[in-house]
């Protein structure tokens, strides 16, 4: 089977770190999806930094609120692959949805720090991506990103940051939208009170 001599979910994770079987080890410990998560977080702390980083990609999809903690402390780790791909877990919500998204009482003060002062361009880069989430709900986000899209070495970080700040792309996709009232002969017809307002817009009775 996968042409492993031991398949058990700690021999995968080892497996992360062996260039030839990476991928086949990943892509199967991601398919046993909660069952292997006990191995992979007992991964972060492998002495192989290439498992450490694989380890937080699997978080990416995988994580469950007994792993946050762990995979929020390895954008602290010396390897800066590792951090990058910490980061990136913590950052993506794509993958995992709303349920287990960190808040900015996790994870901003590590993305800020890190945003302003990581020697890695790639990891500045992902954390400004992470602080971008939170542009909308706490002004230092914003504030950090402006210094850092004026600031930063790398131009690379620097379009980043400009993406999460007032009057960049993602900035202005992710405004929250104040909800629409109905007009006021609907509600009289409908009988609505205002608390029903939103919930009449989600079906789309506006006329």
Known sequence: ??????????????????SQRAVTAYHELLRRD??????????????????????????DH???TDSMAQLISMADDPDARVRTAAFHALACD??????CAPGADQVLEPALRHMATDPDAHVRAMAAELVGKFVH???RAVTALETTRAQDPSPTVRK???????GGTIYKRTVPREPRLLPDHV???LGLHACDHVWALGFGIDS
Do not use: Q, Y
């Not at 089977?1 to 062996?18: A, H, K, P, Q, Y």
């Not at 794509?94 to 349920?99: E, L, M, P, Q, V």
């Open 94 to 99: 794509r993958c995992k949805g709303d349920t």
């Open 160 to 166: 980043k940051a400009g993406w999460f700040t007032p």
């Open 137 to 139: 709900t706490d002004g």
């Open 187 to 189: 509600i009289e017809k």
């Open 1 to 18: 089977m996968l042409g492993f001599v031991r398949t058990d979910n700690e021999t995968l994770v080892s497996c992360l770190g062996d």
């Open 62 to 64: 995988l994580v469950d």
């Open 34 to 59: 909660e069952d292997a998560v006990s191995a992979i977080r007992a991964g972060l702390s492998h002495e192989n930094p290439a498992v450490r980083e694989g380890c937080c990609r699997l978080l």
